[in-house]
């Protein structure tokens, strides 16, 4: 079972996934997908961390997600912006080579045994971005937004901290 979780940032999509997570097991995994690109970032990272109990078991993986023992198990992947950033830069901003090996690591992951809780931006709702890489990334993120949502059973889109169910 795959649930996606959308929405612009700061629209409540973590906390909503935990949510939904803990509604579904006592002992859910937290699937950490950021590398620290600076000081803010890391504030950032230990804020999130700070949101989860004991009850959680945290794996940080910044890239192959399907490598993480994941059977039987309810996991909140937070979050595919940041992962898929990941591949963007180590690939040199090559939107294909990035879109494929996306492709692929979200296949693996969806034929594992598990329950899935994806986190994703919507940032093509905002200003256009001023760079080239910023723009291709936008594309990307959209294009591997429309692929996972596919995959999904369920798909929700946070407005101001309001899950709306579109799928």
């Excluded at 996306?102 to 992951?109: F, G, I, R």
């Amino acid at each position: 079972m795959i649930y996606f979780i959308t929405g612009g940032q700061r629209s409540g999509k973590s906390s909503y996934a935990q949510k939904l997570a803990l509604q579904l097991t006592g002992s859910p995994v937290f699937v950490a997908t950021s590398r620290v690109w600076d000081d803010d970032h890391k504030d950032r990272i230990e804020r999130h961390k700070k949101d989860r109990d004991d009850r959680w078991t945290t794996i940080e993986e910044e890239k192959y997600l399907s490598d993480i023992d994941l059977k039987n198990k309810v996991a909140v992947i937070d979050c595919i912006t940041l992962w898929l950033t990941n591949f963007f830069v180590d690939n040199q901003f090559d939107v294909e080579i990035t879109l494929n090996e996306a492709k692929n690591e979200l296949d693996a992951l969806s034929r594992k045994d598990s329950t899935l809780i994806i986190v994703s931006n919507e940032i093509g709702m905002g200003l256009h971005a001023e760079t080239a890489a910023g723009r291709k990334f936008t594309d990307l993120q959209g294009w591997t937004n429309q692929y996972i949502a596919a995959l999904a059973e369920k798909v929700f889109l946070m407005v101001s901290g309001i899950p709306v169910q579109i799928k």
